[in-house]
Every structure is written in C-alpha cells, then in structure tokens.
C-alpha cells in the first residue's frame, strides 16, 4: 500500500501512532477508506475510537505517520486552511458538544453561518433537520435545559445540516432510546446512500447487525484487530 | 457587517452576566483615570490662578516722567506677552509704605525728600510661566533707558515653579501609568470572561468557524463594552464631581473663587474614545492567547 | 395510599408534577419504593426520567405534590440540611459531572471529603472502588483526558464510594461496551445485595432482562404508564 | 484546618490560570491606590517643607532693652510651640532694608534717627499650621508688655492653609475613593473567576458538600490571593518609584532639598493588610452571589 493518492479513497491513514504521554491511545493505524463507505469501528471502552476520530479532523494531532483526508496532508495543511477542513466532516461529539448559552436553533444554524451560507437558505436547513431528528418543538430552548437524549438528537442535527462529505458519528445513540435510535440511524443511512462517507463509533451490537452493507474496524487497546486489517 | 452586529447582539443578551462585570470594570478603571485627571486639573488651575503667571516690579530712573508713560508701556508690550502694566507712582509708593509701616510710619514724614522711584507693576500672561522666560524679559526690560531696575522675585519664583513643573510631570506620569493599568485590569477582566467562554469557542473552532468569524463579534463587543464603560465611568465621575464640589462649596466658601471645575467636553469625548479603545485592546490582548493553534 | 411514613419506604412520591415553564415533565407521579428495592425506570428519550431523580436529590424543587425520603418531607427539609440529604444518595449523573480540574482520584475523594471521613479511610476506599470499576490505573489522570467510557466510570466510581443509602444511576452504562457494563451492572447488584436501594434509569432492555429481581416503572410523556401505576 | 490548606494549595495549582489573574489585578489596584498614596504624600511633604510651619514677626516698643531677651523668650515659648526665636536689632533692620533698597539707599543715611523697632523672628513648629493656632499665639503674644505689634501674613497664610487642607482632603477622598474601586475591581474579578469555576462549585454541592466546606477554601484562597497582590503591588510601586525619583534628582537636582520618600514600612504593611482584607471581601461579596440556594 502507497501513500499516493487513490481516485476513490476518501481518508487514508498510513501508520498513525498517536501517543499521550508515554501511553499509546493508538498504535500503527493503517485504513483506507472509500468515499461512500459506511464504517463501524467497534472496540472495548478506552480503545481509541474517539482519538481516531479526533485525529481526522484535526482536533488532535498525529505523533507518527501520516493521514489524507480527501487528498489532503493533514499534517501539512495550513492552519488558516483548517476551518475549510473541518467543514468537509460533520462530527456528533461523544460529549454532544453543545454550546450552552446558545439555542437549539442557533447550536444548528452555527455551522452554516460559519460556512457563510445565505439566512434564508440557514433558516429552511435548520428547521428542516430539527424537524426530522425530532427536536422541532424545542428550537428555542437552551440545551442545558433539554434531556441527554434530546441533546443528542441537537447534536446529530448539527454534524448534518451542513451536507458534509464525511460524517464521523461517535456513538450517536448511546443515549436514545431504541425508537429514536432507529431514526437516526436510518437518517445516516439515507445520507450514506446519497454518497456521504460514514463513520460511526459505536459498541452497540445491535445496531451494526441491523446494517447489512456496513464494514467493521474494530480496535483492541489501539490496535487494529486482525479482521480489518485484512481489508 | 449586519449579520455579524445580529450576533453580537444575541452574544451580549446571553452573556449579560459577563458583560455587565466587564463594562463595570472599564466603568471603575475610567473612574480611577477620571478623578485622577480631575484632582490634577483642578489644583493645577488653582496654583496657577494663585499665581496667576510671571509677576515684576520696574523701578524707573529719576529722568522718567508721566508723559513718557505711554511710549514705554508700549515698548515693553513688545518684550513680551504681557497681561498688564500697571504704573505706580513714586508717591503713591510712599503711601503704601507708610501704611505699612503703620505706627511706625513717623519717620517718613521726617523726611525731606521722597526716596523711592516710580515704578511699573508687569504682569505677564499666564501661559508665561517658565523661569528662563521671565528672566529673558527682565534682562530685556533692563536694557530701556529711562529703566534703573527689575525685580522679579527670582528665587522664590524658580523655586515655585520647579516645584509645579515636577507636580506636572508626576501627574503626567501618574495619568499614563493609570491608563496603563487600566488596560492591564482591562485586558484581564476580558480575558476571564473568554476563559468563561473558552468552551464555546473550542466548540465553534470544531465545526469549521474560521479565526475571523470567531472573533469578530468580540471586538464589536470589545468596542461597545469600552464605550459603555467610559460612558458610565463618566457619569459616576460627575456624581462624584457633584457631591464633592457641593462640598467644598458649602464648607470653604472662600475657595468658591476657584470655582472647581468639571472634565471639558472635549476631554471626556477623548475619555471615551480611549476607553472604546481600552475595550479593543483588551480583546485583542487576550483573544491572542486564546486562539493559538 | 396516604402520605404516612410506612416503615419499610424508603421512598414516597404523592401526586408530584414539575413543570417547566408550561410544558410539565412529569405529571401526578405517585410512587412508593420500599428500602433495598431495585427499581428501573423506563421510558423514551424526554419522558422524565432524569428530572425525577433530579426531583429526589433536590437538584430540582417539585411544582406539586409530596416528596419523602427516609421520612424526610423535601418541601419542608431547611436548605442547611441539603447537603445532608444528598449523602444518603449516591448519583451517576447522565452527563456524569466530573471536575475537569481535579483528577480522577480528587474528583472520587471529594464526596468522602465532603462527609469529613477519616484521610486513611478516604485513600483505602477510593483506591478499592477504582480499581473495581477498572480505573485503578488511570487515578490521576484528569476527567478531560479520559475516553467517554473510562468518564463514566469514574462516575459510578464516585456514587458508589460513600455507601449510599440509595443509588440514583442515569444510564449508568450508555458509554459503556457490553463487558464494562455488565461490570458495573453486577457491582450495582452486589450493592443492592446488601440492602441499598438501586434506581436505574435506562432504556437498554437487554440490561432489564438480564436483572429478574428489579420492578419496572415505566414513563411516557411524564406520567406513569398502567403497569407501574398497579404497584 | 490543615486540610483546608491542603485543598487550597492543590486548587491553586490546578487554577494557576485563574489565580494569577486575580493577583494581578489586586497588584494592579494596589498599585493604583499606592501610587496615588505616595504622591499626594510627598506632594504634601514638599508642600510643607516649603513652609516650615507659621513665621511670625513681634515688633517690640522703645521700651525694650536687650537684657529683657531671654525672659521675653521665655514668655513667648511658653505660649506655644516655637521652633526658634530670632532677635533682629533695630541696627541689623536698618542695614537689612539698606542693603534691599540698593541704589536708592541714599535717603537712610540722611535720616537722624533710626526709625525701625527691635524685632522677634518667631518660627513655629512644623506642626502648627492651622490659622486658627497661629491666630491665636499671635493675640496672645500681642499682650505682652514690650510687644508693640505682631505680624504673620495672615491674608496670604490663611489663604494658603485653606488651599492645602483642600488639597488633602481632596486627597483623602480620592485615597478612599481608589480604595472602593479597587474593592470593587477585584469582587469583580473574583466574582468572574468563581463564574468559570460554577460548574465546580455546583458539583461539589450536588455531591453532597457543605457551603463551609466549599467556601472555606476560597476565602483563604482570597487571602492569599489578596497578600500576593499586596506585595506585587508594593513591589512595583517601588520599582516605579526608583524609577522616578531617580529621573527627578537628575534632571531637577535642585530637588535633592525634596528627597522624595518612599511609603513607610508601617504604610506598606497597612497596605498589604488591606490588600489581604480585599481579597477576602472579595470573596465574601463574589460569593453571596453564587450560593444562592
Ligand atoms: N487528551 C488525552 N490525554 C491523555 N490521554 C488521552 C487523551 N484522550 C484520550 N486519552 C486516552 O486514550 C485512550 C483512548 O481514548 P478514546 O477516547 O479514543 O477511547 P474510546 O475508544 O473512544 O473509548 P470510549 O468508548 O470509552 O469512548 C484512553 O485510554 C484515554 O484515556
Ligand atoms: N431545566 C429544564 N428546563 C426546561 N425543561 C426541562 C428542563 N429539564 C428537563 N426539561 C424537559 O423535561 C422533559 C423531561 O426531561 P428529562 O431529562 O427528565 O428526560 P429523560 O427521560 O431523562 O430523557 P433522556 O432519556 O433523553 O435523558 C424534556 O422534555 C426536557 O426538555
Ligand atoms: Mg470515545
Ligand atoms: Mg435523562
């Protein structure tokens, strides 16, 4: 495997170590990801999903080798060019990531401002995904005032709204229900099957049996675990 | 433009608590730089008005006489600047020292002749306060015929003015060091309350806002909550003002001659253009070290 | 039912409701929960249960109706014994709140702090419940530093380690892989062995039917559905 | 106790950010009243320096004979308190007043008699500067038989007294005044470090902490907090003052009369001990507001 660029890979790690300290939350991390795959990566609690993640969209940096991200080199990308990085992924934080002083509707409508989209086609988008994640009734209310499931959903409605080419979903429905789950996991899969890239952390079985076409990376301590390394 | 004053607006309602601490804070840090430049004003005006510039005495020659008046006013009027001359006669001289003297005034009507010369009183604009500058026109008067001396109190007039000029460049001195430290408790003040909000930032940092999108809306911010503080660091500055010259004014009704008083319009519009000032700079000392890569 | 103390209740909700603004969050609650009972309480995302475990530790005052723990009316309870109140309780908040700048084992050792417990003892159990709850490696780290999974229980850690009277967990394994949660899940058990009384609010069936001692109560839209209401 | 110490001194450090903010603007503010302080101190000093206190001139009657001195200064000192009494003998006047007339010094000697009386030169202590004090020692000393007339500028001294006790009690209003906004200041700045610590202050009491127990912390924090700023503040008031003086004396060195002083050992540790009761009332107002139940 080369580092070259493939037509059809959208995210290529070659040998990503990531360390804290001395502690190694990631170890020789080698994946090539298809534009339009659906991805669950799968590993105990502490494993390093969410620091994979992370690593993707630059909010941690590699310590070893080297990541493209739409023929990008992440380690060599400008940080003036970072934003217009970041605007490619549509992230559900783990911890949701809501800011708390701001509503519902304006947590959403961030992300499209940020990219200077125009107000009316902000408004339409906006209400749009909050509607469908469910949260259309609460568009005005703070999020520390919303339930864990309820600000899940805001979450899921923020990474999408913006129509990114990769979404990196870390555990999205940890704090659904299994109806609400369903929903936005059918969500994902209908974004997946307009062509988005998806990656969705998760240990929930259940929902990665449910999802016939879905490859699976599992990690073990930081490690890729034999199955996906074959891939 | 527009967009960007819509979320300040909507950052300034759900931050109020922080906003208002900080507009309290620049309100305080003017009031200190206020009363400061207040106090400094007024007791230069009132030593000043005490001294009410250069003052000399020209003692005039035994040739002078009332007709040459006029002429040599006007001579000395082009000297110098000066505010008055006031013409005391060798007569009138004596009188004065004989009241002085009071009971012991006898011995001047003993005598034959009048001693004392005419004289002219010059009192120099008040802007004429350096001691080199009075003494140039006294050597300068002196050289007038008809002039036989000048006296200027020269020691006591060099001793007083170094001692107003070394007043001037301490509270010059004191007035930029307070303006320093507003900035200083400014910029710290602004920078808690992004420490406050470092997490919003964090977050907007990680759905793609560029630096500028981020940092716009506090600068306008910056730029208001300096212009409020100063506006109500202005205010509590006239109550103050108010309170205080009442009570002066009640209890030392001499001092009503040096009527004390407020900041000039002019300078309060640059009190608030700097505190507008000391608003952005704040922000844009501690955005600095919140937005490192 | 009337609102006497009966000896073995060691909860008591008489017609409580809480309102938000208009929209009310739970409505005519009346619960009664006997001392060492081991209680789940099901329902979908929004439906309350969280605000009624806030409701108990007084995170939240009640709109209507009666609250009483151990004999204790909580309208009536002086705000000086609050504190005393809440250390019958051990929480595992949804959101987990944990001091981002405290590490692990400061975070762990406030709660027994906080009860003025003996230094020595503090150290010996904090380290012992860490080490069950599998965080015995990481007692200083920060909160910041830790995966999702290795927060959460840091959490159950810390309700867990006074001995509480009663456990309050707000999905108490959402963040967790099957292994760790079954971990925690039987640590809580081994809790209610010995006499606690065990709150779970969760919507993972699967940890429901693994449990066949524990009483179901199920909300929906803030009230109580038929079959808890028999109880 | 110990053990609030403990948790005290891991809170700081794991607040460095927060603490070294609040100690720096109660340095800030320290240094605002300090500097404020040792002007107006000094300018008082050199105010007063200038004056050394009341001067008076006793004219003394014909009647009066050198061999009446030392009682007559008897007398007087035990009227009030004289820093000195100099005799001036009717000769040493005339050839004080022949040496000022200069030139025109001619007329003395034409006279038959000397016309001027003996004289005292009383100088007071520095203490005595109320006009009502000088006032009154001069009606007193008016009594005395032998005493003709007394002197003491009472126009201009009154004038001056009053011009200076306006000055210091301007003074102390504003020392007062720089106090509050500096209490003010550092509440705010407290009470914006306890906004970014909320969340931990919730936690605790969620958990089941005691208001004392999450308090007691802070307060010693706040003094502690209050005492480092006291120093730093002193600290840089000294360095600023080094800075000055030493500008002063060379370029003014006529000012060397002056030696500007620094604060006082008793005033800096009065000033430490505020700055330390600042923090913790400080904390005490920032406080109230965050443990509402
Ligand atoms: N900023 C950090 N500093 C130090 N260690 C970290 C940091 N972030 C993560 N780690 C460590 O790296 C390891 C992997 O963390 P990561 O968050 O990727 O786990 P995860 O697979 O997402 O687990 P979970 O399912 O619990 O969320 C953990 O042991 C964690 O403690
Ligand atoms: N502080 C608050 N202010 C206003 N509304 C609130 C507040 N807290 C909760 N709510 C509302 O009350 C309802 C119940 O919330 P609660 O957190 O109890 O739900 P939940 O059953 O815990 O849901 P989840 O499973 O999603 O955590 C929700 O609709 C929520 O929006
Ligand atoms: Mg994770
Ligand atoms: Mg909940």
New interface residues.
């Given amino acids: 495997m080369s580092i070259i660029k493939d037509k059809n890979s959208i995210i290529r790690m070659f040998n990503v170590s990531k360390r804290f300290g001395k502690h190694y939350a990631l170890k020789n991390i080698t994946i090539d990801i298809q534009a339009g795959e659906f991805i669950f990566i799968t590993g105990a609690s502490g494993a390093g999903k969410s620091t994979l993640m992370k690593l993707l969209?630059l909010?941690e940096r590699t310590s070893e080798g080297q990541i493209l991200v739409d023929g990008m080199n992440l380690a060599r990308i400008s940080?003036?060019r970072?934003?217009?990085l970041?605007?490619k992924?549509g992230?559900i934080?783990q911890d949701f990531?809501?800011?708390?002083?701001?509503t519902v509707y304006?947590n959403v409508a961030?992300?499209l401002?940020?990219?200077n989209e125009k107000?009316g086609i902000i408004k339409e988008k906006v209400l749009k995904i909050l509607e469908t994640t469910g949260m259309g009734k609460k568009i005005n209310v703070l999020p520390p005032s919303l339930s864990g499931g309820e600000q899940q959903r805001v979450a899921v409605a923020?990474a999408l709204v913006?129509d990114p080419a990769i979404i990196l979903a870390d555990e999205p429905t940890c704090s659904l229900d299994s109806d609400s789950a369903q929903t936005i996991l059918d969500f994902l899969l209908e974004y997946h099957s307009r062509g988005t890239t998806v990656l969705i952390a998760t240990h929930n079985l259940q929902i990665i049996s449910n999802t016939v076409n879905g490859r699976c990376i599992s990690l073990v301590e930081g490690a890729l675990t034999g199955a996906a390394k074959l891939l | 433009m527009l967009?960007y004053f819509k979320?300040v607006v909507?950052d300034i309602l759900?931050?109020k608590?922080?906003n208002s601490?900080t507009i309290?804070?620049i309100a305080?840090?003017i009031?200190?730089v206020g009363?400061?430049a207040l106090?400094f004003e007024n007791?230069c005006r009132?030593i000043q008005s005490?001294e009410q510039g250069g003052k000399m005495m020209v003692?005039l020659g035994p040739e002078f006489n009332i007709n040459m008046l006029p002429q040599l006013k006007f001579k000395i009027n082009a000297l110098g600047e000066t505010e008055k001359i006031i013409f005391i006669s060798k007569q009138d001289a004596l009188k004065q020292l004989k009241k002085d003297l009071?009971?012991?005034s006898?011995?001047?009507d003993?005598?034959?002749?009048n001693?004392?010369?005419d004289a002219l009183r010059v009192i120099m604009k008040k802007n004429v306060n350096k001691l080199e500058t009075i003494k140039d026109l006294a050597v300068k008067i002196k050289k007038i015929p008809m002039v036989?001396?000048v006296e200027y109190g020269e020691r006591w007039l060099g001793?007083f003015l170094?001692?107003f000029?070394?007043?001037k460049?301490?509270?010059y001195?004191?007035s930029s060091?307070?303006f320093m430290?507003a900035l200083?408790?400014t910029a710290?003040?602004i920078?808690?309350?992004f420490?406050?909000r470092r997490?919003?930032v964090e977050?907007?940092?990680?759905?793609?806002?560029?630096?500028k999108?981020i940092i716009t809306p506090f600068y306008i911010e910056g730029l208001l909550q300096g212009i409020a503080g100063g506006i109500a660091g202005l205010g509590i500055l006239f109550l103050?003002f108010l309170f205080?010259s009442s009570g002066?004014e009640k209890n030392?009704p001499?001092?009503m001659l040096f009527n004390i008083k407020f900041l000039s319009i002019k300078y309060s519009v640059i009190i608030i253009a700097c505190s507008a000032f000391l608003g952005w700079l704040g922000c844009y000392l501690s955005l600095k070290q919140f937005l490192k890569?």
Same sequence: chains 1, 3.
């Fill in positions: 969209y909010a940080s003036s970072v934003p217009y970041r605007r992924f992230v934080f990531k809501l800011i708390p002083r701001k304006e961030l992300v401002e940020a990219a107000p923020r913006g | 967009y979320r909507s759900s931050n608590f922080l601490i309290a804070t305080l840090c009031l200190v009363v400061f106090f007791a009132i005490g003692y009071a009971s012991r006898s011995f001047i003993s005598l034959k002749d001693p004392l010369p036989e001396d001793r170094s001692i000029s070394l007043f460049m301490t509270g001195a004191i060091l307070f430290i200083f408790i710290n003040t920078r808690l309350s420490y406050a997490q919003e977050i907007m940092r990680l759905v793609g806002a560029t630096d999108f103050f205080l002066v030392i001499l001092y890569y």
